[in-house]
């Protein structure tokens, strides 16, 4: 094995994105950091002991490369090849709140099944 690997490879290896080309774009918009290094290009490498910053949905992610891994497998193998310097923060109360009710705020998206009901009833059609 090489003692080093290209970026977009690893990233989709740690399963830190569902696929390689979602991870090369994201390499491609100049948002991964290696060592506070911004590289542009997904054939960049890395090597254990590297350091990469980069977003991942709302959170940045500071991770240390450990091992750089053979092959896509399962998540407790991808855990194994880096450490993660700056872990994500516990969701709020709120943030908790709205994803386990599912609710949401009057007015925002698309009425539910039960408020168009109560659209119905309230202008007397839908008998």
Known sequence: MS???R???WLWFARF??????????????RVRINREVIAKASATVKAGDV???PQ???IRVI?????GERRGPASEAQGLYEDLDPPKPKS???KAVAVSGRREFGAGRP????RRALDRLRGSGD
Do not use: C, P, W, Y
């Open 7 to 9: 970026i977009d490879k």
């Open 17 to 30: 994105f569902k696929s390689r080309s979602l991870a090369t774009k994201l390499v491609q918009g100049n």
């Open 64 to 68: 240390k490369v450990l091992a750089l």
């Open 52 to 54: 990469l910053t980069f």
């Open 3 to 5: 003692e080093s690997i």
């Open 112 to 115: 539910t099944k039960a408020d």
């Open 57 to 59: 949905a709302r959170e």
């Open 93 to 95: 109360a709120e943030e």
